[in-house]
């Protein structure tokens, strides 16, 4: 089993970047492969990144690709998601998710653990 603790959200205006950190805790981090989704308030959970056990392989929806950069370190149990050129569209509540065995993948239901969440201000 793993706990993920989230951190890094809050305000930011349009055109700005966050780095999204998500710190797990156990020594078997290196198992799984990690996710970041979002949410709004009345609106199904929407994947953002993934990434593979060791890292080696990502993959973004075409609303964040080129923005969004998902990465980890394995020796730390910590995932990071990096966010650049923000817009208001972007805000929501963050979730990091882990999913046993080597590979993502993009479906909230095909992760076994969660994140509270952190908030993602976005402003015009």
């Known amino acids: 089993q793993v706990q993920l603790v989230e951190s890094g959200g809050g305000l930011v205006q349009a055109g700005g970047s966050l780095r999204l950190s998500c710190a797990a805790s156990?020594?078997?981090?290196?198992?799984?492969?990690m996710g970041w989704f979002r949410q709004v308030p009345g609106k199904e959970r929407e994947f953002v990144a993934a990434?593979?056990?060791?890292?080696?392989?990502?993959y973004y929806p075409d609303s964040v690709k080129g923005r969004f950069t998902i990465s980890r370190d394995n020796a730390k149990n910590t995932v990071h998601l990096q966010m650049n050129s923000l817009k208001p569209e972007d805000a929501a509540v963050y979730y990091c998710a882990a999913r046993s065995g080597s590979y993502y993948a993009i479906f909230a239901g095909n992760y076994d653990y969660w994140g509270q969440g952190t908030q993602v201000t976005v402003s015009s």
């Open positions: 990434i593979n056990q060791n890292g080696g392989s990502t």
């Open positions: 156990g020594r078997t981090f290196s198992r799984y492969a």
